[in-house]
């Protein structure tokens, strides 16, 4: 080329030339989306592992519990333990079905057993048999169980021992909840009945909202919650219970502070009583029995209890309810407006007594002389 001559350069050299080279942009947007993702997956399948409750430790499987009771087999296949007291059941003249309550077994029948005169059991020829509510103790659990399905194993068992046409009912605390579903089921079964103590259910419709809320407001605040999962989200009670960020029900951990003064002076007498079976009770799992029972029990019900007619107009069949004046976990003022309702419930309420009532000096003899006594027309 001649010296001195110029090269000519194109517009669009000279851009190409002057332009800024790209930027390259690490691909951490991406990376950062895949590891959100993973932690949410991983999240979800956490949460979905901690509600599910363990395999149920079933007694006689193979790695569960031995059967040490007496049980019949029901018509599903699932087994019912039940012990027997008083005087034998071919000599019987009142034969009665003791429900236990809440975190309790069939020898809880202790809250009216162990301190019921002997002449009593003698002269009126008293059988007293309790059983062990699906998932307690040695009774198989029921992964389908309702609010009628146990008035029916109530009837099946009765049927099994061959306790006849009629029987008695007495039910404590949960125990005594249930007794409302023999009334509804299998009224034509009773020769009498007994609620003590009955749990209610505060989302029963017949309950006036603001008697209800009041009633709510007196639990503990961890009570209040621990009942919220139970009646709006069942599927979450095994979670609830048994983690530990916040407080569970205070009954599952046995918290002093639902006692009053009362129940505070009968727990010695109580826990020498419970010392020999309590580890029985909750040997199957703690979710196939607290926590199924507080989804059935403060669920949504099928029926209402506020609003049962009368189904023995013509038997003159008696029923009574006794409460505690003091029950700091069965609110009174839910217990007097049920009794209200139902003029033809006998309805006793004990002044300073607490909760556990039934294990004070002469309640057991009052219980079941008022029970007798009513079937007598008495």
Not at 14 to 19: L, M
Not at 199 to 223: M, R, T
Not at 306 to 333: A, C, H, M, R, Y
Request: proline share 6%; net charge neutral; aromatic share 12%.
């Amino acid at each position: 080329m001649a010296a001195g001559s110029t090269r000519k350069i194109s517009a669009a050299s000279a851009r190409a030339h002057t332009r800024k080279p790209k930027a390259t942009s690490p691909k951490f947007g991406g990376i950062f989306k895949k590891i959100l993702f993973v932690c949410f997956v991983g999240f979800v399948a956490w949460a979905y592992q901690a509600t599910q409750p363990p395999t149920p430790n079933t007694c006689g499987s193979k790695n569960g519990p031995t059967v040490t009771a007496s049980r019949i087999q029901l018509k599903d296949g699932r087994h019912l333990a039940y012990e027997e007291y008083g005087v034998p059941k071919d000599n019987a003249k009142h034969k009665i079905v003791f429900v236990h309550g809440f975190d309790s077994c069939r020898h809880d029948a202790s809250a009216i057993t162990a301190h019921l005169s002997p002449e009593i059991v003698e002269s009126e020829g008293v059988y007293v048999v309790s059983f062990d509510r699906p998932g307690y103790g040695e009774s198989d659990p029921n992964s389908k169980q309702t609010v009628k399905s146990i008035a029916y194993d109530i009837e099946e068992l009765a049927d099994q021992l061959g306790l006849g046409q009629r029987f008695y009912v007495v039910g404590f605390s949960l125990g005594g909840q249930i007794v409302w579903t023999c009334l509804k089921y299998i009224p034509h079964r009773l020769a009498g009945a007994a609620l003590i103590a009955p749990s209610v259910n505060f989302w029963w419709q017949g309950i006036p909202p603001n008697l209800s809320a009041e009633a709510y407001k007196q639990q503990l605040p961890q009570d209040q919650w621990a009942l919220r999962v139970a009646h709006y989200t069942p599927w979450l009670n095994y979670w609830w219970n048994s983690q530990k960020l916040f407080p569970g029900f205070s009954l599952i951990a046995q918290s002093p502070l639902v006692l009053s003064n009362q129940d505070i002076e009968l727990i010695p007498r109580i826990r020498s009583i419970r010392e020999e079976y309590q580890a029985q009770v909750r040997q199957q799992g703690e979710f196939e029995s607290l926590h199924r029972d507080l989804a059935v029990a403060f669920g949504k019900w099928e029926f209402d209890p506020t609003g049962l007619e009368n189904p023995f107009l013509e038997s003159g069949v008696s029923v009574d309810l006794w409460q505690g004046e003091e029950d700091k976990i069965v609110p009174v003022e839910l217990q007097r407006f049920i009794a209200n309702q139902l003029p033809w419930i006998n309805y006793h309420e004990l002044s300073g007594a607490g909760h556990m009532f039934p294990f004070a000096d002469g309640i057991a003899d009052s219980v079941i002389k008022q029970l007798l006594a009513g079937n007598k027309g008495l």
